[in-house]
């Protein structure tokens, strides 16, 4: 496998939860100003414990970017992040596949 292999499936696993992809969601249609993890929380209806183990999972992940700004922490979309993985999985769309060789 190669880095960007590795980092693909590392971002669809963490996707891979439905409470993460929720999140997730919810932070694209928040567009580039993102949330403040409270109004993340208020929105899903999520214990704050809970989304801080989803949120550390996506940043993990590189899917969202968090910055400090005080005691709040504004939460974001890394949308090119995201893109890339897109891109990465359909890069080979259509090229065809090989025919396997047949034993005889």
Do not use: W, Y
Not at 5 to 10: E, L, N, R, V
Not at 14 to 34: Q, Y
Request: charged share 20%; net charge neutral; proline share 4%.
């Amino acid at each position: 496998m190669n880095d960007q292999t590795d980092s693909a499936a590392i971002a669809l696993a963490a996707l891979g939860h439905p409470a993460r992809l929720s999140v997730f969601r919810l932070l694209v249609r928040a567009g580039p100003d993102g949330l403040l993890v409270g109004e993340i929380a208020a929105h899903l209806d999520m214990p704050l414990s809970t989304l801080a183990h989803h949120l550390r999972s996506l940043k993990l992940a590189g899917l969202i970017v968090q910055t400090r700004n005080g005691r709040e922490v504004e939460t974001r979309a890394d949308t090119a992040a995201m893109r890339d993985v897109l891109d990465f999985l359909m890069s080979e769309c259509c090229k065809g596949v090989p025919a396997l060789a047949k034993e005889t």
